[in-house]
């Protein structure tokens, strides 16, 4: 079975700062790896994905994701974080044979001034 | 652009009443699926559905039913609600990219059981 695990429930940090939010999977053959944004009352929206090649992933507004086959993580990252960052965020992963994502518990990013 | 639109926004039950939320996309995408968002636990897959005929359980399918007979509308059945349903449920699809597809959400219906 496929799983994802977010170990924080919630980040902090200053604007300005780089900022990581933590992701690590298990699948049983090759993962696809996702990361989405839900804002307060809203819908989530996809930000990036890993499906193969360059293990360093560019999405969108500015975040990136290092996937390490290895650690089986999928860290989510941004150099440079903004107040309006501030949201929750999802990784979800699916099993290259799987029809199913299955998504972590989210973390809450807070951006403070 | 409507992309995936669900209703109601919002709903009130009473324990063992019934009702459907409806989803509809108009991207032709073949897949779609309803999630339930609770606090700390995430989304769960309640069913979903790789095409128009198709469809298959998620990980809480109990005390829901899908159907799937055109492309475009996934409606989602509470049969006899009950106040462990209560929660923020979405719906999402995907298309042409199959497995590495990312999903697109509707906005979201909040389900109140009392």
């Known amino acids: 079975a496929q799983s994802v695990a977010q170990p924080e429930d919630q980040v902090n940090v200053a604007e300005g700062n780089p900022l990581t939010v933590k992701c690590t999977y298990s699948v049983s053959g090759n993962p696809y790896l996702f990361w989405y944004v839900q804002y307060p009352n809203r819908g989530l929206q996809f930000l990036l994905k890993?499906?193969?090649?360059?293990?360093l992933v560019k999405g969108s507004y500015g975040f990136e994701a290092e996937f390490n086959k290895s650690q089986t993580s999928f860290h989510l990252k941004k150099p440079s974080a903004l107040v309006s960052d501030s949201a929750l965020y999802f990784c979800?992963?699916?099993?290259?044979?799987?029809?199913?994502?299955?998504f972590g518990t989210g973390t809450r990013l807070q951006v403070t001034l | 652009n409507a992309g995936v639109t669900q209703t109601p926004k919002f709903q009130v039950l009473k324990t063992g009443q019934s009702m459907t939320l409806q989803c509809a996309q108009d991207m032709n995408h073949e897949y779609m699926s309803w999630y339930r968002q609770d606090p700390g636990m995430g989304l769960r897959l309640i069913h979903y559905s790789v095409g128009a005929g198709i469809t298959d359980q998620g990980e809480v399918p109990n005390g829901y039913n899908v159907s799937r007979s055109t492309t475009e509308d996934f409606p989602l059945r509470l049969l006899s609600a009950a106040p462990s349903q209560t929660s923020v449920y979405f719906c999402?699809?995907?298309?042409?990219?199959?497995?590495?597809?990312?999903?697109?959400f509707g906005e979201g219906s909040r389900l109140t059981v009392l």
């Open positions: 979800a992963v699916r099993d290259s044979a799987a029809s199913k994502l299955t």
């Open positions: 999402a699809s995907t298309g042409t990219g199959g497995n590495t597809g990312e999903l697109f």
């Open positions: 890993y499906i193969t090649g360059d293990n």
